[in-house]
């Protein structure tokens, strides 16, 4: 704090520095491909998932799965990527 000499004595206080806005992400995803290369499949490769299998004697085993899971993509379609790990979540309690 300073001293103003148009304050007639009284202390004010220093304008406060802005904060820097911070500049938008530009979200890349939702840009038109203008490259037009055509995907024919998209997958996901050694994903390690926990499973829990049965042994000849029926007992609970547990172990990591190696996962590889893929699409084959029609002309017309795409797909979210982060599914496929939803659909292995949803589909985990069957395959004990």
Same mark, same amino acid.
């Given at each position: 704090?300073?001293?103003?000499?148009?304050?007639?004595?009284? @202390? %004010?206080?220093?304008?406060?520095?802005?904060?820097?806005?911070?500049?938008?992400?530009?979200?890349?995803?939702?840009?038109?491909?203008?490259?037009?290369?055509? %995907?024919?499949?998209?997958?996901?490769?050694?994903?390690? @998932?926990?499973?829990? %299998?049965?042994?000849?004697?029926?007992?609970?085993?547990?172990?990591?799965?190696?996962?590889?899971?893929?699409?084959?993509?029609?002309?017309?379609?795409?797909?979210?990527?982060?599914? @496929?790990?939803?659909?292995?979540?949803?589909?985990?309690?069957?395959?004990?």
């Amino acid at each position: 704090m300073q001293k103003s000499p148009h304050s007639a004595g009284r @202390f %004010i206080s220093e304008p406060r520095p802005r904060a820097k806005a911070h500049p938008v992400m530009h979200d890349k995803q939702n840009e038109r491909d203008t490259r037009e290369l055509r %995907i024919d499949k998209v997958g996901v490769r050694a994903c390690r @998932f926990p499973i829990q %299998i049965r042994d000849k004697a029926h007992s609970i085993q547990n172990t990591i799965a190696t996962i590889g899971m893929s699409w084959i993509c029609p002309k017309i379609q795409s797909t979210h990527m982060s599914r @496929f790990i939803e659909v292995l979540h949803a589909h985990a309690a069957w395959c004990m």
